[in-house]
């Protein structure tokens, strides 16, 4: 099924497309605060005593959400903003399609001041997930890829970095072993993770045996062992997932009704769920994605639809988390690539817009409450404080105790720095 959000495609993968994704990450696995403070000042900081991060959960709202219609919104500008509504930090007044979020704002916060110079989806989103713009005949690893490699795998039967939805980023430079699970339908997560009816066990380790013999002859007689013994273990590792009781967090057949009703019954808010069971048995990085945001057309009544299925779910999410004692090891970040314009189309849209935008941060040890930047009287430009990319990441790093400085290697041997610029520092304003 595709969804069409103006001017570009967000895909939901069929099931034939998810089973590819399924293997082709199988084939990898083996291979290779103050309450009230609404203009928090942008203070730089170490990582240090606050990182309190295991997880993080990505909501990644793809097309590009509209700043000015959920989290900055200015209704006395002449953008054609909608209303907005006080939330639980007096001060912090937030788009009317978000109440339930309003309430959980002492539990996040808020940055107005996200800024990049790529306006384009393919190149704002490579940039937003790499830290990097794209350059030919290089693939850089996304943030996801590198946190499960510098983490580890909180759980060994179980891949580190899953992805609900949208599309499938590659693992880059660091290898295939640490590219993203692809999770096409959260309600049926792991489909053929079981035997064929025809198969039991034993006959299935009859199997196992048969190939690993083809493969041992095979490696006998041909060249390029390191591959072929990767490709054997290949199998292994599905195996083992396959076994594994962990891979019960996938089955959401066994929450309770009101638990996945209160998330919302759409896929998004099942994602969301489906999110929290994962960082509950160590996932290390869940990406959850919620397309339609590219509105070029019709974009109140789009905002409107979007973000009340954004609401529900990520406020359910918040609660809950905490209700577990998981929020302050389970980073929240929800972004998208960039902005939309203030001023509204002839079609009664809104067009990209990198220079200013928000998101939202929660738990892994920041504070909640606070409003890092902002941006311009009609929402143009940044005001105060500008966050790129590159701070977001190093802020990512900060909760996690990941030194942001630090560098990976291509199989070349060429280190790339885990967040580009020296310059970026974690935000300080989320931490004191």
């Known amino acids: 099924m595709m969804l069409e959000c103006g001017c570009a495609e967000y895909q939901i993968l069929t099931r034939r497309a998810f089973l590819g994704s ?6 990898g696995l083996g291979a290779a605060g103050l309450l009230g403070l609404a203009n928090a000042e942008l203070l730089f900081a170490e990582p240090g005593p606050r990182a309190t991060a295991k997880s993080v959960i ?11 219609d959920t989290w900055d919104p200015k209704p006395t500008a002449k953008t054609g903003s909608i209303e907005s509504i006080e939330t639980a930090v007096k001060g912090v007044r937030i788009s009317e399609h978000l109440p339930r979020i309003a309430k959980e704002m002492a539990s996040v916060s808020l940055i107005r001041s996200l800024t990049s110079k790529e306006g384009s989806h393919e190149r704002a989103s490579y940039l937003m997930h790499t830290g990097y713009r794209p350059i ?3 693939q850089h690893s996304t943030v996801g890829s590198v946190i499960a490699k510098m983490k580890g795998r909180g ?9 609900i939805g949208g599309r499938t980023w590659p693992a880059g430079y660091l290898g295939s072993q640490w590219a993203p699970f692809h999770v096409a339908n959260p309600d049926r997560p792991t489909q053929d993770i079981d035997y064929h009816s025809t ?11 048969l190939l690993k013999r083809f493969d041992r002859r095979f490696y006998e007689q041909h060249k390029g062992r390191e591959v072929i013994e990767a490709y054997a273990e290949h199998f292994q590792a599905a195996y083992d997932m396959m076994k594994s009781p962990a891979v019960a967090a996938f089955d959401m ?7 996945r009703a209160a998330y919302g019954e759409t896929f998004f808010g ?9 960082v509950e048995v160590g996932i290390r990085f869940v990406e959850v994605v919620l397309p339609g945001w590219d509105t070029h057309r019709n974009n109140f009544e789009t905002v409107k639809n979007l973000s009340g299925d954004m609401d529900r779910a990520v406020a359910t999410l918040v609660a809950d988390l905490r209700k577990r004692d998981l929020l302050d090891t389970t980073l929240i970040v929800l972004c998208g690539e960039f902005g939309r314009t203030p001023k509204v189309n002839e079609n009664n849209g809104r067009d990209h817009w990198p220079r200013v935008w928000s998101g ?5 040890g920041t504070v909640g409450g606070r409003v890092i930047g902002a941006s311009s009287k009609a929402g143009h430009e940044v005001a105060k404080n500008p966050v790129t990319v590159g701070r977001l990441h190093a802020t990512i790093c900060k909760c996690l105790d990941i030194d942001p400085t630090r560098s990976n290697f291509t199989p070349e041997g060429r280190p790339i720095r885990v967040v580009k610029d020296e310059k970026d520092k974690p935000i300080g304003g989320l931490f004191s």
């Open 253 to 259: 057949s066994r929450e309770r009704h009101d638990v």
């Open 136 to 138: 030919p005949n290089f």
């Open 199 to 209: 198969v039991d066990d034993k006959r299935f380790q009859r199997r196992l045996r």
């Open 155 to 163: 759980n060994p039967d179980l891949p580190p970095y899953i992805s």
């Open 22 to 27: 399924s293997l082709n990450f199988t084939a």
């Open 360 to 364: 939202l941060i929660a738990g892994g």
């Open 58 to 68: 990505l909501f990644w709202m793809a097309g590009g959400q509209s700043h000015l």
């Open 270 to 278: 099942q994602g969301c769920l489906l999110a929290r069971r994962l």
